[in-house]
């Protein structure tokens, strides 16, 4: 099993330009996280999924959006980069079943630079 | 006042020694007590969980809550340059994880 994978590893860009971070887990789990884990602040929740077709907000959703069509996918989304969301971020998942332990697996992380 | 507070430190200590990692928190809520281990520009691996208040032993490692002080403690017996990573530590009150700023922990051959 890979386990949890992101894509791209890293990535520049300019201010308002857009992409999208792709996470991938061949765990059949049913939760999905997207971190962002910045200098001094920790990691910050900022969308996640319970299931296939559903998300919901985190602690700092705002300029982000998320998209799980796929069990297996978890798509994090910049319409419009900002400075402020160069960060590094971690997609987690989490299988059915382990709460309220909350075991979540995380991905190696996305470096973004926005400039 | 964030929900949970950790010293970010570096914690520097010689191969061999006891470390003891520590987060307060602020939210009683709180029932469910996690620790994430994270190496360098790797992403972060749960390392231990308690649920409320008391010891947990796996290993070199133990895990403690005080729920009446809203503090919980990592200690690591005999510790290795192996453990050299940041430590996280995450809290949750049957919903989603908060996390605590993560402590830098340098250990020296």
């Known amino acids: 099993n890979a386990g949890v994978t992101q894509t791209p590893k890293f990535r520049v860009l300019k201010t308002g330009q857009s992409m999208t971070l792709l996470c991938a887990q061949d765990m059949n789990h049913e939760y999905m996280y997207w971190y962002r884990q910045d200098p001094g602040m920790g990691l910050r929740l900022i969308h996640y999924s319970v299931g296939e077709g559903t998300t919901a907000k985190g602690e700092v959703p705002d300029g982000y959006n998320v998209s799980r069509l796929k069990k297996q996918n978890f798509l994090l989304g910049l319409e419009s980069a900002a400075p402020s969301q160069t960060s590094v971020y971690f997609c987690?998942?989490?299988?059915?079943?382990?709460?309220?332990?909350?075991?979540?697996?995380f991905g190696p992380g996305t470096r973004l630079t926005v400039l | 006042q964030k929900e949970v507070e950790q010293d970010p430190g570096p914690l520097s200590v010689p191969e061999g020694a006891i470390v003891s990692l520590n987060c307060t928190y602020s939210n009683s809520a709180f029932q469910y007590f996690m620790w994430y281990r994270q190496y360098s520009r790797k992403g972060p691996e749960l390392l231990m969980y308690t649920y409320s208040s008391g010891n947990k032993e796996d290993g070199r490692f133990t895990a403690q809550v005080d729920k009446s002080s809203k503090y919980i403690s990592l200690f690591i017996r005999d510790s290795q340059p192996s453990d050299s990573a940041t430590y996280l530590c995450a809290m949750s009150a049957r919903s989603t994880l908060t996390f605590g700023k993560g402590t830098m922990l340098l250990v020296s051959p």
């Open positions: 987690a998942s989490e299988p059915l079943g382990t709460r309220p332990t909350d075991t979540q697996y």
